[in-house]
């Protein structure tokens, strides 16, 4: 079911059996418990025709999705307009969903070792079910409600007033092409309490978070955002690559900021500044029933764009045989294709940079946010002109297995998508690779991205999976 | 027709007038240019009825005031819900303006000295109509506009590639009570080029800029939000108050970032993240026409409020001798009264802290931002119940004179609003004034807020236009 491609350092897996043994759990006793956790969180999820739905309806005015309590999320039209010489007017279904909730991950040191709480969750949209999620995934309701109910497990810790510490707080996008101006507070809580464990959490260190990083479907995409907020200092200085010139040691010594950037700070927000201000993004929500004009087919059982292209929205029915979660129907956006989410990166005078992007998605709050090399569904592109094709789309499509450092696929939010999935590739290209790029794209060291991580709108929920990735190494 | 309210630190005036010899204007020189320039610019504003616009109109279908070319900007309805406990919902019209003007300061040496060009402007909603305003104001129209047409003096220095160093350069929001996530790019730019003097244009020191920011009406907002910006290291190092125990030199001190603070960054970042988690902001476009269920009237030459409160919206004519400037009609939002804009501030451990607020207006763009410790238009209130008064407002109203280090009026955006006026007032308070106040107000450092302000949407433009008054001591 899963697979991992790891190319070069074989040395490193030496040392990470070795650290393993600061972990409150060996790997093998996780994968014991988290395939136990799997039997007993069975369920079943299969899609109904919308008319199926209980609780959700189309409004009558608009056509929009909407749920009978307000709550949730809805489901509406959005028109775009921007300045791009393909594609550059269209109207979509966006998901509105206005409450920002909490992505929470507490840490407890263990002998002095940094453990992070992770839960076992299954999500409807999730291709296999059960993956590994942060401590809390809380909505606004759950987070403001201070008493009664099902309360979220470990919620406490996060809210004001707990007696952890901050490591990490703010607000961070989701997915500019399906979510309207969507955030989710991401945060890291550090505690010396004795925390009781429930059955269905982990203590897992950040070594073996890094090794499952690695795991196709197993890490989700709440996890995956904040571990890419934690802050580095937090693992435990790694001098076993010190000076080997490896490729783990060049993106430690990225991540950890030594060494010279091409660009300083100022000239990247600079440079950010100037795509905000040229691009052209005007957003506006319109009744869903009114972008049908747009290709958009409103079915019984599915919402298509008629071009085969992009997504459909769905609905599902779910029963869990979990006695806390119960049976329940909702609408998910399923893409029609794998996204590819590729990083190039290369060492400029000896530090290891990453060629970023600045992209402007349907729904982005900011105008444009930083994002990975290449960051596209390509099937959208089937029949592109052949300059108006993602750059770097091609390269990264054929990239030499030898300056492939990570090939892994993750799904995305299970909670919203219907088997979303992308494949995130982190490739070394060549020293004279694009030593100029457009300018669009910047290169950046890893630090950087992280110092631009503190706040809110800098990169998107898909550069900071590969944010987490470059952690997996 | 202009004041300044100057307490405490006579012996800096002294100070002042020295360090004016480094100047390439003398201020008699300057009030005399600028006295010129308003002779030449001479100009008149006329109220006119909405029929009379040319070339704006209310749409039929939605009642919303927009320019036939598309351009400009529109006035619309917004729907907003908060969970505030007074006034939690509520509609009114919005000026929707989704481009991204330019707003920049040049900067250029003379023997040594750093001056900024900056120009005589007549804006019509200006009380006195002719102020100081940046080396450039452009839409994105002119800004991307590279041949023809009346082009933006000066613009060229803020283009990508010029020869300039970027100071500065980032996206900063404009009033949220009045504006839809509205934001103009702030840029400073120092050049070492001859620079050819236009006739409206001057050079003025820092010192100079800083005289004229606590003369009423003088300075323009889009001037003091830019020079909000600019790097405090721009300015000479001021040894001269050194060791005095002076509230300039604790100002100074504070900016420059020496002297410990009460709260570190990320504990700053954090607290503000959990106000933007917890507040409910939900903002939502409507027809304008449908905003009359809320108690405004669409009049024939105003709309306004039933009662009597916030602002209208209102239309003039403007005819102006400049021969660049020719006659034209716009729309104009109009307040009903003075806001005030109190920064209150003590020296804790030996640095000045400031008291900010985190308040969300119904256009702001990211959930909340950092504002003055009082931040409203008083008349608003004047039927709230006590325990909804904005906090500290009736301390600030009747603050003692001895304790007012700033008191200055200010114009707001005069090509968007009509008479907007705002008191900026900077308190400082007695040592044990709000040790632990309530979870919306936190004790920062002028430097942190620096920090901040290189980040779009942290600071408001009020906020700014007391950052750029700081700058004046």
């Given at each position: ?17 070795a ?6 759990m ?17 369920f079943?999820v299969?899609?109904?025709p919308f ?9 009558p ?6 749920h009978?309590?307000?709550r ?5 039209g ?15 279904p ?25 839960q ?11 993956q590994?999620?942060p401590?809390?995934?809380a ?34 996008s ?11 507070r ?5 505690t ?6 429930d ?16 795991l196709?479907h ?13 802050p580095?200092?937090l693992a ?12 783990v ?13 091409v ?25 869903l ?18 071009d ?26 399923a893409?029609?294709?794998s ?12 530090t290891?940079?990453?060629?970023v ?5 349907a ?29 770097y ?16 696929v993750h799904?995305e ?33 890893l ?27």
């Amino acid at each position: 079911m899963v697979h991992s491609a790891i190319h070069e350092d074989t040395a490193r897996d030496g040392r990470s059996d070795a650290v393993a043994d600061d972990a409150v759990m060996s790997m093998a006793d996780f994968h014991s418990w988290f395939n136990a956790r799997a039997r007993v969180n069975s369920f079943q999820v299969d899609r109904i025709p919308f008319a199926d739905l209980s609780g959700w309806d189309f409004e009558p005015d608009t056509g929009n999705l909407v749920h009978a309590s307000g709550r949730f999320f809805s489901v509406e039209g959005l028109r775009v307009r921007t300045d791009r010489p393909w594609v550059g007017e269209w109207a979509q279904p966006i998901i509105v969903q206005p409450e920002i909730g909490v992505l929470g991950i507490l840490v407890k040191r263990f002998d002095g070792v940094p453990h992070c709480l992770m839960q076992a969750k299954m999500e409807p949209g999730n291709i296999n079910g059960l993956q590994i999620s942060p401590t809390v995934q809380a909505t606004r309701s759950n987070y403001m409600k201070v008493h009664g109910g099902a309360a979220t497990k470990y919620l406490e810790y996060f809210r004001p007033g707990s007696r952890g510490r901050v490591l990490f707080d703010g607000l961070q996008s989701e997915q500019g092409s399906w979510f309207l101006h969507k955030r989710n507070r991401n945060i890291v809580v550090e505690t010396d309490d004795d925390v009781a464990l429930d059955e269905d959490f982990c203590w897992l260190t950040l070594d073996q978070i890094r090794r499952l990083l690695r795991l196709d479907h197993m890490v989700n995409m709440d996890s995956r955002t904040v571990l890419a907020c934690v802050p580095p200092a937090l693992a435990r200085p790694d001098d076993r690559t010190d000076g080997d010139g490896s490729f783990v040691e060049a993106v430690h010594r990225s991540l950890s900021g030594r060494g010279r950037s091409v660009h300083d700070p100022g000239h990247i927000l600079s440079w950010l500044t100037e795509v905000r201000a040229r691009q052209e993004l005007v957003q506006r929500r319109v009744p869903l029933k009114e972008i049908a004009e747009d290709g958009w087919r409103l079915g019984h059982d599915v919402i298509d764009h008629r071009d085969g292209k992009y997504f459909d929205v769905v609905a599902v029915a779910v029963e869990a045989s979990n006695r806390e979660v119960t049976a329940w129907t909702q609408p998910l956006v399923a893409p029609r294709q794998s996204g590819l989410l590729a990083l190039l990166v290369k060492r400029i005078g000896g530090t290891l940079h990453a060629l970023v992007q600045a992209r402007s998605d349907a729904g982005t709050l900011n105008i444009a946010e930083l994002t990975a090399t290449v960051h596209c569904q390509p099937g959208n592109y089937a029949d592109a002109p052949a300059e108006y094709r993602p750059p770097y789309l091609d390269y990264a499509l054929a990239a030499p297995t030898g300056r492939v450092r990570l090939d892994v696929v993750h799904s995305e939010e299970g909670g919203r998508f219907y088997h979303a999935q992308n494949r995130y590739l982190v490739i070394e290209v060549e020293d004279g690779f694009a030593p100029d790029p457009d300018d669009r794209f910047l290169w950046t060291t890893l630090s950087q991205l992280m110092s631009l991580l503190s706040h809110s709108n800098y990169l998107t929920v898909e550069l900071r999976s590969l944010m987490a990735g470059m952690r997996s190494f």
